[in-house]
């Protein structure tokens, strides 16, 4: 399965390029595609670890820890960020 880097679409196989041209998305001709990685969280077929929605979900998790936190011991969202990244 393929992914195309340019519109998203998902497809099996490319449309095949002739002599040297270099194969295609079938959905916009352009030649940037690559195989699709499964996102760890749902499954969907995408580009990196996370698809684009669990993404969305973990930088707004994330978001909202650091903001509770920052709340909690009051101070500021980029110290307790600068906290987290020490731990890891």
Do not use: Q
């Amino acid at each position: 399965m393929f992914i195309c880097e340019n519109c998203g679409a998902v497809f099996e196989e490319p449309i095949k390029g002739y002599e040297e041209e270099k194969d295609r998305c079938p959905n916009c001709g352009d030649w940037g595609f690559r195989e699709a990685k499964k996102c760890i969280v749902c499954g969907e077929p995408c580009l990196e670890d996370l698809c684009d929605s669990c993404a969305t979900d973990f930088a707004l998790a994330v978001d909202g820890f650091i903001r509770m936190y920052a709340e909690e011991l009051g101070l500021p969202r980029s110290k307790v960020a600068d906290m987290i990244e020490d731990c890891l």
